[in-house]
């Protein structure tokens, strides 16, 4: 399976993404809720939620050692929490190094954040016949992104030695659509 394969993340028997219980802390989600609540454009939420990400990000430890060592076929999405109204959903990304995604966008709002290791971004803007990089980042722990259509074009790729892990927030109920991935690029980049 290419690294690429990963993009829509591995389901549980019934077509949903397992919840890890127990695995996102209350007070954190308590604080998410005040900043989800607030209303506002998707950028200005983003921007709220990585504000208390900033404040509030717990460490890799939230998952399970099994769930930390990684899977060689591609890297793991792991459902801490979906709010009951679907206004929001947390997940802990686990990326073996040379993991990576396909350049893609969003559906909805994105916060990420490092929890372990480093993750080096690559932002595109859509050129029409090709993609233009805008900004190559290399986020370490604790660093935040916040986001929003449109705009929202990336590309994620673990390039250390170890294990990367990292926190998703994202203004949709993310077990019902499956994936927060609207479109996946396939244009040159110039």
């Known amino acids: 399976m290419s690294a690429h394969a990963a993009i829509l993340p591995r389901l549980d028997d019934t077509g949903l993404l397992k919840e890890v219980v127990g695995g996102c802390p209350r007070p954190l989600l308590d604080k998410l809720r005040q900043a989800v609540g607030a ?5 200005q939420t ?3 939620v990585g504000a208390v990400l900033r404040d509030n990000l717990p460490g890799p430890e939230i998952l399970t050692a099994e769930q930390l060592q990684g899977d060689p076929g591609g890297y793991q999405t792991h459902l801490l929490h979906v709010e009951p109204d679907g206004s929001f959903s947390v997940t802990a990304m686990v990326w073996l190094p040379g993991q990576e995604t396909p350049v ?5 709002w994105c916060v990420t954040a490092v929890m372990r290791g480093a993750e080096y971004e690559e932002i595109y803007a859509d050129e029409g016949d090709h993609l ?5 980042n290399v986020n ?15 590309l994620v790729r673990n390039e250390g030695d ?15 659509v499956g994936s927060s991935v609207r479109r996946v690029y396939d244009l040159p980049v110039r």
């Open 104 to 108: 893609h966008d969003h559906l909805t």
């Open 46 to 48: 983003a921007d709220r």
């Open 162 to 176: 170890g294990v990367a892990v990292s926190m998703h927030i994202y203004g949709t109920d993310i077990s019902r």
């Open 132 to 136: 233009r990089v805008v900004a190559r």
């Open 39 to 43: 209303r506002g454009s998707w950028q």
């Open 140 to 154: 370490g722990v604790g660093e935040i992104g916040a986001f929003a259509p449109p705009g929202d074009i990336h």
